[in-house]
């Protein structure tokens, strides 16, 4: 009976708590929604723009440096490693932004946390694409190289 009356009262502490944070939040979104919404545009502008550079892109070889040597590349038979490392990455920030509607010890709020990741975000897309139209390099991806889309005929926009 005790520990029904003990969870009740926890689940009450912090349903006051996520609404509370919630509140506060809401009211930051209130006055900062614009750079928000910038910043959602920009993720937008990047996408259009990687896509564009795929038409431009002309295959070649690949060029070997350093990094190419010392790291084997992974191919398409284990491309799953990169995509699982970077969902568990993403995705542990992502929880790890929302802690404070959860535990006691806020040390920030969300919807500002969110909006300095994405200024620096659309500050690096920003140079990114202005790199990435201003050179034209082959592309390292195993389905760019011109003997893969000779023997593949997958056409230059798959780079």
Known sequence: MQMTIYIAREAAKLWRRIAMEMSVELQIFSEKWKLLLLGLIMQYVHGVAARGIHYLHRPGPVLQDLGFSLLPELGPDKAYVSETLFSVIFFSFILWTFHPFI??????????????????LATCQGLRIITFYSTHLPGPNYHCREVMICSENIGFSKC
């Open 103 to 120: 535990y006691h010890n806020k040390r920030f709020y969300t919807l500002l946390l969110w909006l300095r990741v994405l200024a620096i």
